[in-house]
């Protein structure tokens, strides 16, 4: 029996890499920054850039990006995510304590953060800031899953960059598994028009993991797992 996440078990959610959105978003800020034009219309400034980091599984997007741009990243030393950062070795070399000396700022609480230096910029007459999110249900809700990069109306950045896997990830993983039977441990994200009556996401889990089942094996296979 496995028990998995089944969080976007939905033939339409197919995300690219990590990688692949890292170097595409290094891409659009390395073209943007020399843009005069996209510069004025937008009214952007690039002395930072802003970024929400919510949950572990982020750091190679910061990572990534510091690399990329030969930078450091401010972390507001409140809480959890200063700590972890410092104390995880790929990225606590890249930290520093000094706001004007970092390129990526990472604020504690990001939607507030985000409220108030619009306002503060709008009162001021400020160039606008780059506010990203890196996120996955807010493309999925919205059927952007085509769009790896989208600017909402308020104004923030969002990178499709998943911290699950998509529906073709999960199908690879459990073909290579002498599954027998296949339970979800959470309740699968689908959009209201694709819930047919008296949805049920064990039904759900079993119609799409279908063809990946083996009913009658009877002995485990060899698995090697990388350390």
């Not at 980091?53 to 990006?65: K, P, Q, S």
């Not at 604020?107 to 709008?122: G, I, K, L, M, S």
């Not at 694709?194 to 064990?202: C, T, W």
């Amino acid at each position: 029996i496995l028990y998995i996440d089944v969080t976007f078990l939905h033939p339409d959610f197919k995300f690219p890499s990590k990688q692949e959105i890292a170097d595409q978003f290094v891409a659009f800020v390395t073209e943007k920054r020399k843009d005069a034009q996209w510069l004025s219309k937008e009214n952007m400034s690039f002395e930072h850039i802003y970024i929400r980091f919510f949950m572990y599984g982020g750091e190679d997007l910061l990572i990534a990006l510091c690399k990329a741009f030969g930078c450091k990243m401010w972390v507001d030393p409140r809480g959890w995510k200063y700590r972890h950062l410092a104390h995880y070795k790929p990225t606590a070399s890249l930290l520093t304590l000094d706001k004007s000396e970092a390129f990526i700022h990472i604020p504690w609480n990001f939607n507030q953060f985000v409220n108030e230096d619009r306002q503060r910029r709008a009162k001021h007459g400020l160039p606008n800031a780059m506010y990203v999110a890196a996120t996955t249900m807010y493309f999925c809700q919205r059927s952007l899953c085509n769009i790896p990069l989208y600017k909402g109306p308020d104004g923030v950045y969002r990178l499709l960059y998943s911290m699950h896997s998509d529906y073709f990830e999960l199908k690879r993983f459990v073909s290579k598994l002498n599954v027998r039977q296949i339970l979800p441990f959470n309740e699968p994200f689908v959009r209201a028009q694709d819930k047919f009556p008296n949805f049920n996401s064990i039904r759900w889990v079993h119609r799409h993991f279908k063809d990946c089942i083996e009913e009658q094996q009877k002995e485990s296979k060899d698995i090697f797992v990388p350390s």
